[in-house]
């Protein structure tokens, strides 16, 4: 007797929440420049897979445990914290600040918990997955700035600019750990090396328009956050052109670590234009955002037919059984 196979988003490993991620912070992309039909339907789309993937997490904890914590202490676990703090983000964009105070209270709750059972698994060479302790962390930043700025509660800010600090320590020792050779042989996340520092820079310039910082803090705010969105695009550069001359075509759950940097480095140009006034930097993030669109595109088209090979029928395994 044939076990009956359970719903296609129990099969995902951790990794996939990063689709969540891309998903969704195309959506704050797409909001910030008026697209917002486009922005309201991947929002959608993004939630549906946030609920689908939270519902699959606890069901994992309660009923699985082993695989729980199998899975917990690999950094793709803290995809959970990012792509909820992301949600949040596109929450507190329609005005739903019930709901984004409470993702970020979930997020703000797993984050001990999976950045502890990460780190102290950390070692030499690292994959590109390494940056998401930083990730998790300027999500947190980002999404209780943009509720401190929202709302006006001023300790939210206290809070997001220690996340902030935090955020940018965990960077550099995820650099440090950094296997360097991933840049031309991963198979995606690599990509997070440059993401990490986008979401940095999205979350510095939600902390740069607060009305709380005054003085040679608030330019010192400023100046780290342009500094973020170089570095950023320089990643970006470094890694299409490593893409360039070693192609991986092949897909990987992996890909959607690509997909969510193409589009935060989108979303943090335009956000760190609006905080600074730079112009330039509004007109690179409208690029980068339609190409990150196009790798959406092609990366839930490759998803899908992955999944639909991985669930079809095996004439041959049927007929030996």
């Known amino acids: 007797m044939c076990e009956r196979p359970g719903p296609w988003w129990a099969e995902l490993p951790p990794a996939a929440g990063a689709a969540v991620m891309a998903t969704c912070i195309l959506s704050v992309g797409l909001h910030l420049t ?24 606890l069901a994992r904890l309660i009923g699985n445990r082993r695989r729980w914590l199998t899975e917990a202490d690999t950094p793709p676990a803290l995809t959970a914290v990012a792509a909820t703090t992301v949600v949040g983000v596109r929450c507190s964009q329609e005005g739903w600040a019930g709901l984004a105070y409470g993702l970020l209270a979930v997020a703000a709750l797993a984050w001990p918990v999976l950045v502890f059972t990460v780190v102290r698994r950390w070692q030499r060479r690292m994959p590109g997955s390494a940056f998401l302790v930083c990730v998790a962390t300027q999500g947190l930043a980002a999404l209780a700035a943009t509720l401190c700025l929202d709302e006006e509660v001023a300790w939210l800010g206290d809070a997001a600019l220690a996340a902030f600090a935090l955020g940018l320590l965990l960077y550099a020792e995820a650099l440090f750990r950094f296997d360097f050779r991933e840049v031309c042989r991963g198979l995606g996340d690599q990509w997070i090396a440059g993401g ?28 780290l956050t342009l500094v973020l969105i170089v570095l950023d695009l320089a990643w970006y550069v470094v890694l299409l052109a490593a893409e360039t001359r070693w192609p991986r075509p092949a897909y990987d759950i992996r890909r959607w670590s690509t997909v969510f940097p193409l589009g935060m480095s989108a979303a943090a140009c335009l956000a760190v234009s609006d905080a600074t006034g730079l112009r330039w930097l509004h007109s690179t993030g409208l690029v980068l955002l339609w190409i990150a669109l196009g790798a959406w595109v092609v990366t839930a088209g490759a998803l899908v037919r992955n999944l639909r090979d991985r669930r079809r029928p095996n004439p041959g395994a049927r007929a030996g059984g």
């Open 34 to 57: 008026g697209f917002e039909a486009l922005s309201l339907a991947l929002f959608a789309l993004g939630g549906l897979g946030w609920v689908l993937l939270a519902g699959e997490f």
């Open 196 to 223: 990490a520092l986008a979401i940095s820079a999205l979350a510095g310039s939600r902390l740069y328009v607060l009305p709380q910082w005054s003085g040679s803090g608030h330019e010192a705010l400023r100046w």
